[in-house]
């Protein structure tokens, strides 16, 4: 039996259904903009769901006598219940220095990060800057310190995006952050218009939350800058010994016109060759990791200073969040950590590029030494 005919409304509700529950395409989002244009749904009924989002989200009657603390608490438990975040609390819960800790996955422009975590990124995204936007409306004025930014740079750039039919969105007005929140495929746009315009992508680009400010020294960020280059020889090495959707083959390694040679993913290749390449993966690394317990010591702080009436907020991917957490529970602090819904379940430990690269190189060393008894 051939597939039914839809009607243009029909299909503008099924498409408009996939889009909001963040399962739509780029060419179903595409079609769903053509059917809301030929259906003549224009600027009153986006005014109309932009008043539905005010009136979605507000916060308590009391809330000009509440504390800052008080209204954060009262937007996590809020953006808790209706399936957005993860929230837990570690640390001591007496401690009269608490802080909020916000995680997620991320994608930088001069960098590549692939498999489940990139494609939970846009939904995770959208959650967190549903949060923000919940704060900006209790009034909330707490400083944001966000991960790969300079001390006081903002993260902010004028961005607008067409909504068909001559009709322009600025996501930085109020009005814009409401249609976002109740129009996750918008948001979704807005991420890949960014991409498209050599931009990071992240919730907090995108938010107007008032008092948004980078974690890092502009010395930190230049060796960062250097040592991301070293990490782009990770995809190469990604590449040439384990092809990205392709299964690791069996290694194996046999004596080739006199010589060991190791046998990786149908090529050849001399002990020597890989234990270069692999020793420039895990010196990349390490580098890294250097750095990254450097870039956790600026947020660390930012805590340890924070006021009891204040408690201070900040964000950093996934990665960061067990060190950081760790680091505060071990100076006496209670942490909030806050985990987009996305990405609850995600495993940051799975196995990496990094750990291959151990392993090559464990094994490459022990047959470029037999190599080197064999002259």
Not at 199 to 228: C, M, Q, R
Not at 303 to 330: E, V, Y
């Amino acid at each position: 039996m051939g597939k039914r005919n839809r009607t243009p409304a029909e299909e503008y509700e099924r498409l408009k259904k996939r889009a909001e529950g963040g399962r739509a395409s780029d060419n179903q989002l595409k079609r769903l903009e053509e059917a809301r244009i030929a259906l003549g749904i224009g600027q009153d009924e986006v005014r109309t769901q932009v008043r539905k989002s005010l009136s979605s989200f507000a916060p308590p009657n009391n809330v000009e006598n509440l504390s800052e603390n008080e209204k954060i608490d009262h937007v996590l438990a809020y953006a808790k219940s209706r399936g957005l975040v993860n929230v837990s609390e570690y640390g001591n819960p007496s401690s009269s220095k608490r802080c909020v800790l916000f995680g997620s996955s991320h994608r930088s422009v001069n960098r590549s990060e692939n498999g489940p975590i990139m494609n939970s990124m846009p939904e995770a995204h959208y959650q967190l800057f549903c949060v923000m936007n919940f704060l900006r409306i209790s009034g909330v004025n707490t400083q944001l310190l966000v991960e790969g930014l300079e001390r006081s740079k903002s993260p902010h750039d004028d961005l607008s995006l067409d909504l068909g039919g001559k009709r322009l969105l600025d996501v930085r007005t109020n009005e814009g952050q409401n249609y976002m929140v109740d129009n996750p495929s918008i948001f979704k746009q807005a991420i890949i218009q960014m991409l498209r315009d050599g931009k990071d992508v992240t919730f907090f680009s995108l938010s107007n939350y008032p008092n948004i400010n980078g974690a890092h020294s502009p010395e930190i960020l230049n060796d960062l800058d250097d040592v991301i280059k070293e990490i782009g020889f990770s995809t190469k090495f990604s590449e040439k010994y384990q092809p990205r959707n392709t299964e690791l083959q069996t290694v194996k390694v046999e004596m080739v016109s006199g010589r060991w040679q190791i046998l990786i993913n149908g090529n050849w290749v001399y002990p020597k060759v890989l234990l270069d390449d692999s020793k420039k993966v895990i010196d990349a690394y390490n580098d890294l990791d250097r750095l990254s317990a450097a870039r956790e010591n600026e947020v660390l702080n930012h805590f340890k200073n924070g006021s009891p009436d204040c408690m201070p907020i900040s964000w950093t991917g996934l990665q960061h969040l067990p060190p950081i957490r760790d680091a505060c529970i071990a100076n006496g602090m209670s942490v909030c950590e806050v985990v987009p819904k996305a990405e609850a379940d995600i495993n940051i430990h799975a196995k990496s590029i990094r750990h291959n690269a151990i392993e090559f190189h464990t094994l490459a060393h022990a047959y470029n030494e037999l190599n080197k008894a064999l002259n």
